[in-house]
């Protein structure tokens, strides 16, 4: 996934004002476009993110430069082997001065929350997620109670230490819109990040940084409508389901994307096109996003892993395989 096109159209101020996100997350995150576009994407499309990468590629800094870039609420659960669902969603709590239970929100009553190292927490604490993510509401005692609008869970993941870890279950990994690989710096930028530090940069002071919010809930509601409205013509729709169906039909996996995977593609790909300033979906903006959308939702066979296969290398033999529409 590389940046959009320039606009073919004038940008409207919601259109300039959450592409300047982008333009303020460099202050703080060197590199890493393709992650942050990624992210604005979740946004505007009303879905969440799974960021994976090793350690010190700047997840959780690019979560909170993100939140420091949005005029949002944002908290951050660090997740451990002994955090508990209620310390997620929030529990009932008896009060001895009104003799009542009542019940005390958890982090995940915010807009933007950050779940550091997801795969560290059991399955239970995990599955706490699920209702919060799809239908945006937590029930406690049989009583649901709505999250704030707009609500985004960016989740992070070390690829590579497996010790005292729990993969996510298939079922919540469908949950996310993108998986979006975090790579290392080239060797320029590893440069301006050292420079960077050695001229005082903290990373803890983004407001030092010069961050400032650019965007907030009314933007970013503007923006969804905008994109409601980013035409999608039936071969491009054709092209999305038989993108989808050929993961089924591929021999190196042995689970394919759903139905919903080709609905998020088809969103993804209008966010993608908007950002481009089209108001049309091309089979490229679907071409652009389809292994971050689609990377997570599928499931190689054994065999395959064992011959060094990744789900990228499926879907880039699909995308060369599969008739693109004229």
């Known amino acids: ?75 951050r659960v660090q997740f451990t082997p002994d955090l508990m669902p209620g310390d997620v969603t929030g529990s009932l709590v008896y009060d001895t001065k009104t003799a009542a239970f009542e019940f005390r929100e958890g982090p995940v009553f915010t807009n933007l929350l950050l779940a550091d190292e997801i795969n560290r927490t059991p399955p239970k604490t995990q599955a706490a997620l699920l209702e919060a993510m799809e ?9 649901p109670r709505p999250l704030p609008d707009p609500f985004l869970v960016a989740a992070t993941q070390n690829p590579v230490e497996y010790e005292g870890t729990y993969p996510l279950p298939e079922a919540q990994l469908d949950r996310f819109l993108l998986k979006l690989t975090v790579p290392l710096p080239s060797r320029a930028e590893e440069i301006d990040v050292i420079t960077r530090h050695a001229t005082g940069f903290d990373p803890r002071d983004l407001a030092g940084a010069g961050l400032r919010p650019v965007a907030g809930a009314a933007e970013l509601a503007t923006g969804q409508r905008e994109i409601g409205r980013v035409i999608v013509r039936p ?55 389809a292994r971050p959308t689609l990377r997570h939702r599928v499931q190689l066979r054994p065999e395959a892993e064992l011959e060094g296969v990744t789900a990228d290398s499926v879907l880039d033999g699909i995308l060369a395989t599969v008739l693109v529409p004229r």
């Open 135 to 143: 239908e945006r509401q937590v029930t406690v005692e049989g009583e």
């Open 235 to 289: 071969e491009v729709i054709g092209y999305v389901v038989d993108l989808c169906r050929a993961t089924r039909q591929s021999p190196s996996l042995q689970l394919g994307a759903s139905p919903r995977g080709a609905t998020a593609l088809l969103a993804t790909s209008r966010a993608w096109a908007w950002l481009g300033g089209r108001d049309y979906v091309s089979p490229d903006d679907v071409k652009a996003l």
């Open 1 to 75: 996934m590389t940046q959009p096109a320039p606009p073919h159209t004038p940008p409207t101020d919601t259109y300039a004002a959450l592409n300047g996100l982008r333009q303020q997350i460099g202050k703080a995150v060197v590199g890493q476009d393709a992650v942050v576009t990624g992210m604005v994407i979740a946004l505007l499309c009303r879905g969440h993110v799974l960021l994976e990468g090793v350690p010190g590629v700047a997840k959780t800094l690019l979560v909170r430069a993100l939140a420091a870039t949005l005029d949002l609420d944002m908290k």
